[in-house]
């Protein structure tokens, strides 16, 4: 039997033609000061107007600024590699979650461990699982198409629905290896921008992604969405 809970909440975000664009909004959490997030309510307006599928956020913005998001679009909640946390998201109205992990692979047991807490308790409420699974190599986000491979292979066998991880040259290396949708984190670290690698993305099969600082520090938040959302859903460039 279908999970139900999570076909409808996932079909929110992850349209019809099984791409989304998320924006990433969660960066305050470990940095507290980030730079183009001071005014958190206008940049939740600003990407809203401009047609994002979802804002990810922490659970101070749901509470603090519910107001501005609610009708208005979906809402994925970043938890820690808590079970208590899914039912507390659900309880928010959150129609995803998304956890973090930067590290090395293969994963240590404890924290594959953790990652199956978090997708069996998504299975128990009904709402979809987003892993966010960033191989480090001497601790910076990896560059080889292998090892991302890898680690979404990984957290797509440990549960997730949806797998977020490194954009990578032969990035449809890193599609085929992972039997659910696969969107990318942030920009192009080999120094091109959002646009090209959004492009490279969705035309390798991927899913989308979830981007934060290349359209939260752009010079028009508003105008690189609605860019942006021309390469996920209205074709290529």
Do not use: W
């Amino acid at each position: 039997m279908p999970n139900i809970g999570k076909e409808i909440r996932i079909s929110r975000f992850l349209k019809s033609d099984g791409h989304t664009l998320i924006s990433a909004l969660d960066h305050g959490g470990e940095d507290a000061l980030v730079k183009g997030l001071e005014n958190m309510g206008k940049v939740l307006d600003s990407v809203i107007k401009g047609g994002v599928d979802a804002v990810l956020i922490n659970e101070g913005t749901l509470l603090r600024y519910y107001k501005i998001i609610v009708g208005r679009v979906p809402v994925v909640l970043n938890i820690p590699f808590d079970e208590d946390f899914v039912k507390f998201a659900v309880s928010l109205g959150a129609d995803a979650i998304k956890t973090t992990y930067f590290g090395e692979v293969p994963l240590k047991v404890d924290v594959a461990d953790k990652m199956r807490k978090i997708a069996r308790a998504s299975e128990e409420y009904g709402i979809p699982y987003i892993n966010e699974f960033i191989p480090l190599e001497k601790d910076v986000p990896s560059s080889s198409t292998e090892l991302v491979s890898r680690g979404a292979r990984a957290a797509a066998e440990y549960g997730a629905d949806i797998v977020k991880t490194s954009f990578v040259k032969n990035f449809n290396d890193v599609v085929k290896s992972c039997p659910v949708p696969v969107i990318i984190a942030g920009g192009d670290p080999s120094g091109g921008n959002i646009f090209n690698a959004m492009n490279e993305v969705i035309k390798a099969g991927g899913a989308g992604g979830a981007i934060g600082r290349s359209i939260f520090q752009s010079n028009n938040i508003e105008q690189t969405v609605k860019e942006l959302i021309k390469i996920v859903h209205g074709g290529l460039i």
